[in-house]
């Protein structure tokens, strides 16, 4: 085997161009393929983070009738109670209670369709981080004649307005009566999906619960969950103990991101399973090539009895030798490429990226990589390079020994 | 003394051309333990199937190859590979060493295939690459050495594991006269020294010369079978 492996490596430096060629293609096309995938999965994954931690939660408890009408009268019964019952739980963070209904924000000069959502501001902010959102003006910290509303930029520049300036919000009291009240923005936020900044606006439950006439309201609960990944087991629990509620994790609110996420890996393995393919042609090219310059050597080893076994397995060897150093080198800077562009990010607000915040991405992107993505890639080369060696070292061992020796 | 090589009406044909090509005729030889053998005869007389055949690498369309005691064309593919390995030395026309090894890694190849003791194999790999006069050329591979080197390090592998018969496919054809007189007299030596039995196919007069026994075919028969005392 030693042998072998000695003849295979000396035989991949007999045309040091040729096998770099090879080589250099291995390299760029795995980096090619990482930095797509890297790509790709740093959008999902952004996404699922500003939507799940940002937005929705893990968890959405509501009334069974409020899904199909997000109005105040389908509110949870002591809905704070189980709120805090919620929080007792070991593996949620946190249970946000809200008072969340559909209604109209009016400027002096536009309007538009919104949720409006009661929240208490020291939970929402443990929930949602909605704190650190805030791109201008305060969280909450006001106290005015006029009651404080926190609302998305992209909001704020549909009705014109500002920091500072006032708003109508209209919605339905518990009793289903239309009820209009004056708010002042204390502040705008700022996430990836525009159509969340233009929808979703913020008040404190306090003031949002008085003017529907019921205190104690709450038609939502968000939970957060230690462990993101426990949300079947967590939607289970919950429902058993409030069968009567209608309880959803972030899978059931946002299918298509579910489903993205669930079979990103296996796309993004074919992603650069088809690159590597292509890959594999120029290797199979090249070994090809290379038998093909040594029939004569090939000869003589089978003419003084090296089996046709070990010239196959040295043709599949240097094929792997070469798949693997171009593997090991193309993934070590794929490595690199991608963990510098995670801290470093790729700004598409140049080239139009901000579009992207339409579809609820960011302009920035972070490309990411799971380390297991590595370790299959790598298995993926060798496969292929495998695969690429067959025909050949097929080619190799069917050469008649008797003329082998002969071709000039 | 010894039978090494027997052949029993051996024939050989062609049929992949326009016409079937009798390549041998009722070939019926014994080759001796030690002897120094030279096929000679015109182009296409049948030599260096003749080689082929005795050597495994072809097999005959009527007759038997009997070595030590065995009918090689009875023998599976893969046990031919093993039998090659183990009884029979090659030198071949253009050398073909492996170009990627050095001298001495050329003549220990066949011992590792025959998976010799790693000490034992540099040992005599060393020991016939003085006796073909390269002992400065131990590490040097192929494309460093001379045409003549390159043959002598090819002797030296084909004899380095002692088979039981060499055969050799026009070995001096591509060498110039000193370098063929050269190489013929270190096998001339090995010959006796090592008591090995070498079989030359061969145009070349220099090696007809030193030849003990010559054969010459025509037509892939056997004219003239002459022995000589040299």
Known sequence: MKTLLTISWRNIWRNRSRSLIIIIAIILGLMGGVFSAAVRLGTEQQQYRESVEHQISHIQVHHTDFVANPEARFRIAQGFEIAKQLTEHPAIKVASPRTVFDGMAASA??????????????????????????????YFAENGRLPSVIIGRELAEKLN??????????FQDIEGEI????????????????????????VRTTVLNSFIGDPGAVTEIAVLLEDSDEYRKLKDEIQAMHANLEVRHWADLMPALFYSLEFLDQSLIWMVGIIMLGVSFGLLNTILMSVLERIKEFGVLMAIGMKKTKVFAMVLLE????????????????????????VRGIDLSSVGGDGLSEFGYASVIYPEIDPVFYFKLMILVVAFAVVAAIYPAWKAVRFVPAEAVRTE | MKTVIRTNNLSKVYKDAAAPVHALKNVSLEFIQGEFTAIVGPSGSGK?????????LDKP????????????????ESQLFDFRLRHIGFVFQSYNLIPV??????????MLLQKQPKKEMERRAKEMLEQVGLSDKLDVRPGKLSGGQQQRVAVARALASKPDFVLADEPTANLDTESAFNLLDIMARLNKEENITLIFSTHDQ?????????????????AKDEAFDR
């Open chain 1, 319 to 342: 094929t792997s030798l070469v798949s693997l150093i171009g593997g090991v080198i193309g993934l070590l800077l794929s490595f690199g490429m991608v963990e510098y562009l995670y």
């Open chain 2, 206 to 222: 220099r090696v007809i010369e030193r030849a003990s026994r010559v054969i010459t075919l025509v037509d892939g028969a056997v």
């Open chain 2, 101 to 110: 090894l050095t001298a001495t890694e050329n003549v220990s190849f066949i």
């Open chain 1, 109 to 138: 000069n536009m309007n538009s369709g919104i949720r409006i959502k009661g929240v208490d501001p020291d939970t929402e902010a443990h929930t949602t981080s909605l704190d650190k959102l805030i791109v201008e003006g305060t």
């Open chain 1, 161 to 170: 307005s500002g920091v500072g300036s006032r708003i109508v919000l209209t």
């Open chain 1, 179 to 202: 009820i209009s009240a004056s708010f002042r923005i204390e502040a705008l936020y700022e996430v990836s999906s525009s159509r969340f900044e233009e929808r979703n606006v913020f």
């Open chain 2, 61 to 76: 369309t009527e007759g038997s190859v009997v070595i030590d005691g065995v009918d090689i064309a009875t023998l599976k």
């Open chain 2, 48 to 56: 260096t199937t003749f080689l082929n055949v005795i050597g495994g």
